[in-house]
């Protein structure tokens, strides 16, 4: 059995070509460059595999109870799923466990229990000839004793935290120097894996590379100047948190008449004449447009109908009541009264239904609610001809000599600033500065006078809130109805650094941090 375990641990001859050794000095420098785990074992396969000479070398390590195949020759990933990666994850892990060298040569005879039974699970898979396991353990640190000290402490041997696993497909002998050179390469392979792995354990080591680079920055000459950038930076961030400024949440909105009305279709129908034009001066009463309904006409015309015909009954049973009275029928009379009495009545009913049609068609004509000016535009092209909706808007008219305000729709999510402030405000009102879209270069003062109690929907900006505010109409020189005007309202002092970057704290807070 011993034949099967121990691998042949002849150095390497004295005369070995200087190839191989200008190779493995390369080799030993590109392991050791780098403490990064990943590429330490790609450099520990591939590069290794061409020194050693096998057809495939295998890196396995213990990860607590388990074993896994970090990393194979050739291979860019190892699919840790595949049925060949886990029966080599579970020899390998045998072979740890017995922390010595296996050689398999073709003969599955004289192996430990544990080692056997994965070892033929593995054959099976890989078909393998020539399997070389090397343990990698975990080098021994380098301790001084000084003299007169206590006795050294018995010493344990080094931990098995891997292994090394060479393979060859066709041949079941060892090539030339493959032993020896595993052997040669296993040590600089444990060595670097280890100070790898322990590089990669230190607690928040990509906080600590950002914070050595930037400590870096500042050795050398570069120290005054960095002091210098540390002191400025640090008294203006404590300037910021110290001045005050006023804090602004940002609106849009438009430029309206206080009074205006609009108006509505009265009635499904045509619109057959628009007596106004777009800005035309009206008066109240005064007819806008005329529309025709083919269901109202048809309807008056039956109620009026209607009303001839009940006409026409009552003055025939009159008269059918006079003639049985002169007769001396007094039954029949009385009769006929009563459908006199029952006719009247249905003609009262008549005439009021057609009362009512008859203001339908009246207001058909549609008039001015107010005195004004006619705001649609091109109001003639937009309307005639049209067919249009009972209830649906047809054309505004605004008073443009009443005071003017400022509608306007703040996001929902800056809203609680504008409340705070208007609540805390003794006058229940804020201080605005605003300018109109068509004239960015002059800015208006203004107060915010009115808060609505809901939120609302806007296409543009989601869920928004209204409000509306009075404006300094001495400084607003031109007034468009309906004009777009940006607004700026003063929600009270706040900090500097508040008021630079109070949004982007805000939006941390709504999106990462709740």
């Known amino acids: 059995m011993q034949s099967h375990i121990a691998l042949d641990t002849r150095a390497a001859p004295a005369a070995e070509d200087m190839g191989f050794w200008e190779d493995f000095d390369q080799f030993a420098l590109d392991l050791h460059s780098s403490l990064d785990l990943n590429e330490v074992l790609a450099v520990a396969v591939n590069d290794g595999r061409r020194l050693i000479g096998c057809d495939r070398l295998s890196v396995a390590l213990q990860v607590g109870n388990r074993c896994v195949i970090r990393a194979v020759s050739g291979q860019d990933r190892v699919v840790a799923r595949s049925k060949l990666v886990r029966a080599l994850a579970a020899l390998a892990r045998e072979v740890i466990r017995v922390g010595e060298p296996v050689l398999y040569t073709g003969e599955l005879a004289g192996y430990p229990p544990q080692v056997e039974s994965p070892l033929a699970d593995y054959l099976h898979e ?12 975990e080098p021994v640190p380098f301790i001084q004793e000084e003299e007169g000290t206590s006795p050294p402490r018995e010493k344990r041997p080094p931990r098995t935290f891997g292994c090394l696993i060479a393979e060859q497909s066709r041949d079941s002998e060892p090539r030339p120097r493959v032993l020896d050179r595993i052997e040669l390469l296993a040590g600089h392979i444990a060595a670097a894996v280890h100070n790898a792995r322990t590089y990669s354990t230190v607690f928040l080591l990509p906080l600590l590379r950002v914070l050595g680079r930037c400590l870096g920055w500042f050795r050398g ?7 210098a950038i540390v002191a400025l930076l640090s008294v203006l ?3 910021s948190l110290i001045i005050e400024r006023n804090y602004r949440v940002e609106a849009t909105g438009k430029l309206m008449p206080a009074h205006r009305q609009e108006v509505f279709a009265p009635w499904d129908g045509d619109i ?3 007596f106004v034009d777009d800005g035309q001066q009206v008066k109240q009463g005064e007819p806008l447009l005329r529309l025709e309904s083919d269901e109202l006409r048809s309807d008056f015309v039956v109620a009026q109908t209607e009303v001839q015909e009940k006409a026409k009954l009552v003055n025939s049973l009159r008269s059918q009541a006079d003639r049985a009275s002169r007769s001396g029928s007094r039954d029949e009379a009385i009769r006929l009264q009563g459908e006199v009495k029952r006719a009247e009545i249905e003609l009262e009913g008549a005439k009021g239904t057609q009362g009512v049609l008859e203001q339908r068609l009246d207001k058909l004509l549609v008039r001015a609610p107010m005195n004004g000016v006619v705001t649609a535009f091109q109001v003639k092209k937009l ?11 047809l054309l505004q008219v605004v008073d443009q000599a009443s005071p003017w305000r400022l509608e306007l729709e703040v ?7 504008v409340l705070r402030a208007y609540h805390e405000s003794p006058t229940k009102s804020l201080p605005i500065r605003f300018v109109l879209a068509t004239a960015v270069e002059t800015k208006v003062g203004g107060t915010l ?4 109690t809901r939120a609302d929907e806007s296409e543009e900006h989601g869920s928004i809130v209204e409000v509306t505010g009075d404006i300094e109409s001495d400084e607003l ?5 309906g004009a777009g005007v940006y607004v700026q309202i003063y929600c009270g002092k706040a900090c500097l650094a508040y008021v630079m970057f109070g949004d982007v704290v805000e939006f941390f807070q709504r999106h990462v941090w709740f």
């Open 126 to 137: 890989s078909q393998a000839r020539m399997i070389a396991f090397q343990p990698l353990c």
């Open 221 to 227: 000459r570069r120290l005054w100047a960095s002091l």
């Open 237 to 239: 961030c404590a300037a």
């Open 272 to 274: 057959v004449e628009v």
């Open 383 to 393: 309307l005639l001809l049209r067919p249009v909706q009972r209830g649906e808007m």
């Open 411 to 417: 996001p929902d999510y800056r809203i609680g600033h």
């Open 449 to 452: 006078t009115c808060i609505a």
């Open 477 to 481: 020189k031109q007034r468009y109805v």
